[in-house]
């Protein structure tokens, strides 16, 4: 009778095990880096539309030539080949501050500090946000012609993608390009990347900039996260007379 009990035990151990192995995520296919990063950079220029995000951590970056706002963070949605909404977070003395921002073309609106209302954004700031994300001149064509050293360092999850595995690749990255694109905001003249990259899609999931400053400060950080692909949301002119 203890056979048979212990028959029976290891008969539903494998039946619980094989369809945990069945379900279980091939290991992604070791490609060079160059395939992966080229595949990914063409998957970009394709898409009609994301969400993004990018975070500035660690020394400041400042948006006017008095050094009195920086920026923290732009938040929204962007449609090729050069729309973008989104919200920004700038730090100035004693306060955080949030304003949304359109950018159709040259075309740009912010809502005022104070009021709230559409205003058109003066172009002495020299902001174009929407640079940075175009796909055939901003981030990702500097990707293309800027870094060397390429690594693929191993398959990875990131925290806020649990149960995801992500080609993970480093690289230098020559600042000269980026600080035209950037507007000046990303200044150093070479730099570390990193790529969290979709082995499936090839859909960039984060980029991760670390800009060497000089000794008396810390390094400055530039996080950009990317979801929602292919996703098209209207983006036309405010109302100026109010928040549509």
């Known amino acids: 009778m203890k056979h048979v009990y212990r028959r029976l035990t290891l008969l539903a151990c494998v039946l619980i095990l094989v369809p945990l192995v069945g379900c279980a995520r091939p290991t992604p296919e070791p490609l060079p ?3 992966i990063l080229d595949r990914a950079i063409d998957r970009t220029a394709s898409l009609r539309g994301f969400e993004c995000l990018l975070v500035r951590d660690g020394s400041r970056a400042y948006l006017d030539p008095f050094r009195t706002m920086a920026l923290g963070r732009i938040e929204g949605a962007f449609v ?4 973008l909404q989104a919200t920004v977070r700038v730090i100035t003395p004693g306060m955080v501050t949030e304003f949304h921002i359109i950018s159709l073309g040259e075309d740009q ?3 005022n500090f104070v009021t709230g209302e559409w205003e058109i954004l003066p172009p002495e700031w020299g902001f174009y946000p929407a640079t940075l994300f175009e ?9 293309r012609d800027d870094v060397s050293n390429l690594v693929l360092q191993g398959v990875v999850e990131i925290e806020e993608m649990p149960g995801r595995e992500l080609y993970y690749l480093t690289a230098d990255l020559s600042g000269e390009n980026l600080y035209y694109v950037s507007y000046g905001l990303i200044a150093s003249q070479s730099m570390q990347v990193e790529l969290w990259i979709d082995p499936g899609s090839f859909d960039i999931h984060r980029i991760k900039l670390t800009e060497p400053l000089p000794e008396e400060e810390e ?3 530039w ?3 990317f979801w929602n692909f292919d996703q098209v949301v209207e983006i036309a002119p405010p109302d100026l007379q109010g928040i549509p």
């Open 223 to 225: 996080t950009l996260d």
């Open 33 to 35: 880096p160059e395939e």
């Open 80 to 83: 090729a080949p050069d729309k």
């Open 135 to 143: 796909p055939e001149t901003g981030m990702v064509s500097v990707l």
């Open 109 to 111: 609106w912010y809502t």
């Open 219 to 221: 390094p400055r950080i």
